[in-house]
């Protein structure tokens, strides 16, 4: 059976990736609409993209957390009351939503991992409108929208820390990366792929609606993201020295434990993401990742 998907946001990192993995599916007609091409807060805009397409995929996003601070109104415009526009298309159309989420709707003040229903406290602008989001899906959607919480993204195709380490390791001798803040690396291709399968799940009745974490398995911090990034990029991970967070002050506070649990994945037969430095691995031997590695090898 043929299946007709929307992935917005199509232009970013994660968005890029569900593209490919979608288009791979040759029982899948996928439409991509970039940031440019389909603005989520136009609601009219948004029903029109929505009409006739069995799954959205929503990875348009504000991703700049600590610019959220200064514009939370305009942030929350697009994580919050444009998520409820979308909500309320696919509701109208009766379209399956999977929802991009954080961590960061959590306070991170625990030592534990965090379960789907735990209760949620945001600790900057950017937790808030993604929590309006969430909000607007359960409540909209109770039945066919679903919520995917992710953290600490990294990929081919976008800005972002795994990346920066390899840059940085060809122009700097040494690094300071904080090593107070726990979360889990995940590879924006191994979260597409879960989307794509989450989707289908829902498309086959095997997937209740609600919250699900789409992180790595463990967890670590950022000095430790770096060092594994260094050392399985033939660099000397002791070239990274570890920092307290209050060395780089930001404008937005940060979980100091964003790990997320994965018990509601057994609901939907499907397996939990694999373990971060897994899929570390696997990213590096990309070509992408592979010619930042060696470029900091041989120091350009």
């Known amino acids: 059976m043929t299946t007709r998907w929307l992935v917005t946001g199509a232009g970013g990192m994660l968005g890029q ?81 999977l929802h991009v989420s954080t961590d960061q709707v959590f306070s991170g003040d625990t030592r534990e991992p965090y379960p789907e229903d735990a209760p949620t406290r945001p600790v900057n602008a950017y937790g808030r409108g993604k929590l309006a989001g969430e909000q607007a899906v359960a409540g909209l959607l109770p039945r066919s929208g679903y919520v995917v919480r992710t953290a600490w993204l990294y990929g081919a ?4 820390f795994v990346a920066t380490m390899l840059e940085l390791a060809a122009r700097r001798e040494t690094l300071d990366v904080v090593a107070d803040q726990y979360g889990q690396p995940t ?15 829902a498309l086959a009745g095997r997937a209740p609606a609600g919250v699900y974490h789409g992180t790595a398995a463990g967890h670590t911090t950022w000095y430790g993201l770096a060092r594994e990034t260094f050392r399985l990029s033939g660099l000397d991970p002791d070239r990274i020295r570890p920092v307290g967070s209050a060395v780089f002050p930001r404008p937005a506070g940060r979980p100091a434990f964003g790990v997320l649990g994965h018990g509601g994945w057994p609901r939907t037969g499907l397996a939990p993401l694999p373990q971060w430095d897994a899929q570390l691995t696997a990213a590096l031997e990309t070509p992408s990742f592979a010619a930042l590695a060696a470029a900091a090898r041989t120091g350009g």
């Open 17 to 97: 990736d569900v593209l490919a993995e979608l288009t791979a599916d040759p029982d899948a007609v996928v439409t991509g609409l970039s940031r440019e091409q389909l603005d989520i807060t136009e609601p009219i805009a948004l029903h029109a993209a929505v009409a006739g397409h069995h799954v959205v995929v929503n990875c348009a996003a504000w991703t700049d957390v600590d610019r959220a601070e200064q514009a939370e109104a305009a942030a929350t415009a697009v994580n919050g009351t444009g998520v409820r526009h979308l909500a309320r298309a696919c509701a109208g159309s009766g379209t399956i939503l």
């Open 157 to 160: 195709h976008g800005p972002n």
């Open 187 to 201: 590879w924006s291709r191994a979260l597409a792929r879960q989307l794509a399968a989450l989707g289908r799940a």
